[in-house]
């Protein structure tokens, strides 16, 4: 069975690090686009990330931009996604989203990165990510 298995979230102070993992397990077809979303209480998911297997290309949310890296280890399945100089706005739970449509993290990217989370069709349990002094 195919599924997205998330890790590495915690309790940081403003300004720390965390580096959040995506293992995907099981998949038998191809998966084009591995993705991070984000969700505040109160808020609607956000995308934060993208990394297409096809070409390479990253992708990244303006709030985050210059502070997340996106990158991936084929021969592990997984994905990461580095944050740094995190600041307390950056709280919230993020999942790990894959697709198999070849340009879904382009799709998402209409002049800024904001794709549409219902286009992904395989979403990891989640992971807790806050950050306060």
């Known amino acids: 069975q195919a599924q997205l298995v998330e890790s590495g979230g915690g309790l940081v102070q403003p300004g720390g690090s965390l580096r959040l993992s995506c293992a995907a397990i099981?998949?038998?077809?191809?998966?084009?686009?591995i993705a991070w979303f984000r969700q505040a209480p109160g808020k609607e998911r956000e995308g934060v990330s993208c990394?297409?297997?096809?070409?390479?290309?990253?992708y990244f949310a303006d709030s985050v931009k210059g502070r997340f890296t996106i990158s991936r280890d084929p021969a592990k399945n997984t994905v990461y996604l580095q944050m740094n100089g995190l600041n307390p706005e950056d709280t919230a739970v993020y999942y790990c989203a894959a697709d198999d449509t070849w340009d879904r993290c382009r799709r998402g990217y209409r002049g800024s990165y904001d794709p549409n989370p219902y286009e992904y069709d395989y979403w990891g349990q989640g992971t807790q990510v806050t950050v306060s002094s």
């Open positions: 099981g998949f038998t077809e191809d998966i084009y686009a």
């Open positions: 990394i297409s297997s096809r070409d390479g290309n990253t």
